[in-house]
C-alpha cells in the first residue's frame, strides 16, 4: 500500500466562546485518502454533537490548494466493486456528516479546490474564500463523474451551473464564478482579509442561540432527508466505474504529470 495513502490528518481545536476549528490536511496538495474521509466525518459528527461547541469552522492546512480532491494513489489501488464503493463512500460520509451537524459549518477556502474538494465547499453552510479558490470538477476526465459530491454542489450552485464544471472537466473556473455562482458566500484578495472576515462571523454566531442556529440549519437542509441511500447509490456508481481501463489508463496518465 503507497505511503501516501496512510499520510495526512484531521485536527479539532475548541477555543473557549465555544468555536470550534476543525482542519484536515494531506503532504500532496490536501488530497484525500479514504482513512483521512472517514476521520473526517466522525470528527464532524462528534464535534457538532458536543455541548460545548455553537459553530464549527472547517479549514484545509497550509495556504496553497484547499483540497486536491480524491487520492489517486487509493483510486489506483481500487482492485474490486467493494473497495470502491467504500472509498467514495467516504466523501458520501463527510457530505452527510455536514447534513446532519446541527452547528452551523463555515468554511474556509484558501486555494484550488477539485473534485472531492468542491463537494465540501458545497456542504458547509457558509463559505469563505480567497480569489487564489479556483474550482474544477475533474472526475469525468478519468472516467468518473461528479456522482458522490454533484448533489452538494448541485444544491449549492444549481443544476446549469454543475453541469458545467461537470461536462468541462479540464477546464479551470475561477473563484470570481464560483463566487457569483453561489459557492462562495465572501471572496476576499488574501488569507488575513479573510479570515478576519470570519472571525467577525463566527463571533456573532458563538453569541447567538444555539436552538435557532440548529432549528435554521434544519430549513436550510429540507429536501436532503434521502441522501443517505442517494450518496451511498452514487459511490456504487463511481466505484463500478473506477474499475474501467478507461479509468485506469487515465489515473496513471494524471500521475505521471
Known sequence: MSDAIEQGHVDVNVDQRGVATIEFGHPLSNSLPGKILRKLAETITETGNREDVKVIVLRSAGN????????????????????????????????????????????????????????IASAVDYCFATRAADVKLSELAVG??????????????????????????????SAEWAYSNGLYASLTGSEDDMDEEIERLVSKLASSSPEAMAQLKKIFWQGTENWDTLLSDRAVISGTLVLSDFTVNAINAFKKN
Do not use: H, Y
Open 144 to 173: 468518473i463523474g461528479p456522482f458522490v459530491v454533484g448533489p452538494a454542489v448541485e444544491r449549492k450552485i444549481g443544476l446549469s451551473a454543475m453541469s458545467q464544471l461537470a461536462i468541462n472537466a479540464t477546464e479551470w473556473q
Open 64 to 119: 496553497k490548494a484547499f483540497c486536491a480532491g480524491a487520492s489517486f494513489d487509493e483510486l489506483i489501488s481500487i482492485t474490486d466493486l467493494d473497495a470502491g464503493k467504500i472509498f467514495f463512500s467516504g466523501f458520501a460520509m463527510v457530505i452527510n456528516a455536514c447534513r446532519k451537524c446541527p452547528k452551523l459549518i463555515i468554511g474556509r477556502v484558501q486555494g484550488k479546490a477539485v473534485g472531492g474538494g468542491v463537494g
